[in-house]
């Protein structure tokens, strides 16, 4: 089970601290990700971290944003800095392992200009 928290309201140009917290014993073996789904929008990816912690980004977030994890608290992180307006999105955490993969609930971020 995934919980996501810390999306909100930003100004463009501000930042942003998303959270994951996963439950279960196996977390260190799973890769996590944060994807975004904008409205009429299909779900993308954002970044991924593996459990080697090799990181995967999205081109529009290169540079911006910075995803991380620490398996000793179950948590996997989105740091998301000089925000946009479009990346306005619902966020949502991701944990795979082989064949299995889970979602979290989804948490809104909301970038004014």
């Known amino acids: 089970q995934l919980q996501a928290s810390g999306g909100g309201l930003v100004q463009a140009g501000g930042s942003l601290r998303l959270s994951c917290a996963a439950s279960?014993?196996?977390?260190?073996?799973?890769?996590m990700g944060w994807y975004r789904q904008a409205p009429g929008t299909q779900r993308e990816l954002v970044a991924t971290i593996t459990t080697g912690g090799y990181t995967n980004y999205a081109d529009s977030v290169k540079g911006r944003f910075t995803i991380s994890r620490d398996n000793g608290k179950k948590m996997a992180y989105l740091q998301m800095n000089s925000l946009k307006p479009e990346d306005t999105a619902v966020y949502y955490c991701n944990a795979e392992a082989g064949s299995w993969s889970a979602w979290g609930q989804g948490t809104l971020v909301t970038v004014s200009s």
């Open positions: 279960g014993s196996r977390f260190s073996i799973y890769i």
